[in-house]
């Protein structure tokens, strides 16, 4: 008889684990004034979006697909996808590398807000 108390008690626990790691998924909220683009890192400041090289603002912060911050010497690899936004100054003051399905919602790139277009 203890048997099945142990089995059936091992099962509810597999079962909360399991429920406590969907937990851990999340939305990130972005800003309303966050811009989408291609990211390749260059030397600190510097930034290339959109084929355009910007630079960083002193306060930036760059968040990865777990958005834990990520220093800017550490990226690698070119055209990530990622939302940022830019500080009254010009500069790009936070960046978030988006996961695929981030990636597929719509949100406008820097050239739709020049035109006018939404």
């Known amino acids: 008889m203890a048997r099945p108390i142990a089995s059936?008690?091992?099962i509810a626990l597999l079962l909360s684990g399991l429920l406590?790691?969907?937990a851990l998924a999340f939305e990130r909220p972005f800003p309303a004034n966050a811009l989408r683009?291609?990211?390749?890192?260059?030397y600190f400041p510097d930034v290339t979006i959109d084929g355009k090289v910007r630079q960083l603002s002193p306060a930036a912060r760059i968040?990865?697909?777990?958005?834990m911050i990520e220093m800017p010497a550490s990226l690698r690899g070119s055209d990530i996808v990622v939302n940022y936004t830019v500080d009254g100054n010009g500069?790009?003051?936070r960046i978030w590398i988006?996961?695929?399905d981030e990636a597929a919602q719509k949100l406008p790139d820097a050239a739709a807000v020049a035109a006018g277009v939404k």
């Open 8 to 10: 059936i008690a091992s």
């Open 91 to 93: 500069n790009i003051d």
């Open 63 to 67: 968040f990865n697909q777990d958005n």
């Open 20 to 22: 406590s790691l969907s």
């Open 37 to 42: 683009g291609k990211m390749t890192p260059g």
């Open 98 to 100: 988006l996961t695929r």
